[in-house]
């Protein structure tokens, strides 16, 4: 069965670095095709996918965002950790890590999903 | 605004049938990429309901079903049940942004 786990603050400053990790179980980083993917959501508001690391280090971005995030993986903890700089209120939003395999023409679904962390950006 | 374009709401009694429909263009659904769906119900995170246009993974009722045409998708809902109530989100993939992109999500209401 596989399940994941986001944790982090749940409150940060403007402008400050978020840091958040996915630590997960039931599948291995090191296998062939897999990958973790973040996600977000604003209160109210639609999904939007953020960054994606896969079992080989390839690591893909949200163009809008990519100046600003970090993905990382360790694979012997079964982790993924994803940084995001210069914090703004409009990045208030509940974080989501999910599993993902990679598809030969790049329509990569997501599932299962962590249970999602909110991260309230506020002075 | 979302890259994929879904209805705001629908709603439906119980028992009957609803579609959600999810549009895009040449370079996300109508190049063609695959179109999946998630149901989110209230508090909780998404799941995967449909992949690759019309497969239900292990778990989901047949009652919930998928289809893609040109750069048009859509999930139908039959025999409406209360539980089904919830925000309900289609994804593809978008070759002009290299990016994963969902729609802005449809709140399904029963009845």
């Known amino acids: 069965q596989i399940t994941l786990k986001e944790s982090g603050p749940t409150l940060v400053k403007p402008t400050q670095t978020l840091t958040l990790t996915c630590t997960f179980s039931?599948?291995?980083?090191?296998?062939?095709?897999?990958?973790v993917a973040w996600l977000r959501q604003p209160p109210g508001k639609a999904l939007e996918w953020l960054a994606l690391?896969?079992?080989?280090?390839?690591?893909r971005f949200s163009p809008s965002l990519r100046s600003r995030l970090t993905i990382t993986k360790d694979t012997s903890k079964n982790r993924v950790v994803l940084t995001m700089t210069n914090m703004d209120p409009v990045d208030t939003a509940t974080y989501y890590c999910?599993?993902?395999?990679?598809?030969?023409?790049?329509?990569?679904?997501?599932?299962?999903w962590g249970q999602g962390t909110l991260v309230t950006v506020s002075s | 605004q979302s890259v994929l374009t879904q209805p705001p709401s629908v709603s439906g009694a119980p028992g009957q049938r609803v579609t959600i429909s999810c549009t895009g263009s040449?370079?996300?659904?109508?190049?063609?990429?695959?179109v999946h769906w998630y149901q989110q119900l209230p508090g909780t995170a998404p799941k995967l309901l449909i992949y690759?246009?019309?497969n239900r993974p292990s778990g989901v009722p047949d009652r919930f079903s998928g289809s893609k045409s040109g750069t048009s998708a859509s999930l139908a809902i039959t025999g409406l049940q209360a539980g089904d109530e919830a925000d309900y989100y289609c994804?593809?993939?978008?070759?002009?942004?290299?990016?994963?992109?969902f729609g802005g999500g449809t709140k399904l209401t029963v009845l």
């Open positions: 999910a599993h993902t395999r990679s598809v030969l023409g790049g329509t990569n679904w997501f599932g299962p």
């Open positions: 039931g599948f291995s980083l090191t296998t062939s095709g897999v990958g």
């Open positions: 690391i896969y079992w080989d280090d390839d690591r």
């Open positions: 040449s370079s996300n659904i109508g190049a063609p990429y695959d």
């Open positions: 690759d246009n019309r």
């Open positions: 994804q593809s993939y978008d070759s002009s942004l290299s990016s994963w992109v």
